[in-house]
């Protein structure tokens, strides 16, 4: 429990470090960490997993969900 405590401390100053900066900063930064490939963003499955888990959870409407699909669509 301690680590598990320790690393949430430390991740809550990392954010809190990125709220600072100004958006182009964190642009640049989630570039260079995807180019170094210390990032890798969350597969398909597990994203498709957690939203199935979170609509059944809050019995979310199908328009909801669909304006939801369309709207992460066109964030590319």
Avoid: C
Avoid at 47 to 64: A, D, F, M, W, Y
Wanted: aromatic share 4%; charged share 35%.
């Amino acid at each position: 429990m301690i680590l598990i405590d320790m690393a949430k401390q430390k991740l809550e100053k990392i954010l809190e470090s990125l709220l600072d900066l100004p958006p182009q900063e964190v642009q640049s930064l989630m570039r260079r960490l995807f180019k170094e490939g210390l990032y890798r963003p969350p597969k398909l499955e597990d994203i498709t997993r957690r939203l199935e888990h979170v609509v059944k959870e809050n019995k979310l409407p199908s328009e909801i969900v669909d304006k939801a699909i369309g709207w992460a669509r066109s964030q590319k």
